[in-house]
């Protein structure tokens, strides 16, 4: 059974940073694109960084610069992590496995869901 267990949310002042962890089990991490996604309160969830089983990686325009995804296969270890932090960034955040599928596409076609970890950036 794929499992995705998110950690490193927390409160933090704009300009500040944070660190996000997913935890990934029951599939190949290495193999498959994986993701972060986040959700502000009344709002569409949004894809906010990718990284393929290459390591390429992709971006929403509102985070680049500022967030890094990475991973760390050997631990099935995905991470973000955000820097100048923003009013804007607050919300939850998924992390996300397209299981099957080596690219990151933006279709997402066999997705599963962690729980999400929250983040909330004030002014």
């Known amino acids: 059974e794929v499992e995705l267990v998110e950690s490193g949310g927390g409160s933090v002042q704009a300009g500040g940073s944070l660190r996000l962890s997913c935890t990934a089990s029951?599939?190949?991490?290495?193999?498959?694109?994986v993701g972060w996604f986040r959700q502000a309160p009344g709002k569409a969830r949004e894809e906010v960084a990718t990284?393929?089983?290459?390591?390429?990686?992709g971006y929403a325009d509102s985070v680049k610069g500022r967030f890094t995804i990475s991973k760390d296969d050997a631990k099935s270890t995905l991470y973000l992590q955000m820097n100048a932090l923003k009013p804007d960034d607050t919300g939850m955040y998924y992390c996300?496995?397209?299981?099957?599928?080596?690219?990151?596409?933006?279709?997402?076609?066999?997705?599963?869901w962690g729980r999400g970890t929250p983040v909330a950036v004030s002014s």
């Open positions: 990284i393929d089983s290459a390591g390429d990686t």
């Open positions: 996300a496995a397209d299981v099957g599928f080596a690219r990151c596409t933006g279709r997402w076609v066999n997705r599963y």
């Open positions: 029951g599939y190949t991490f290495s193999s498959f694109c």
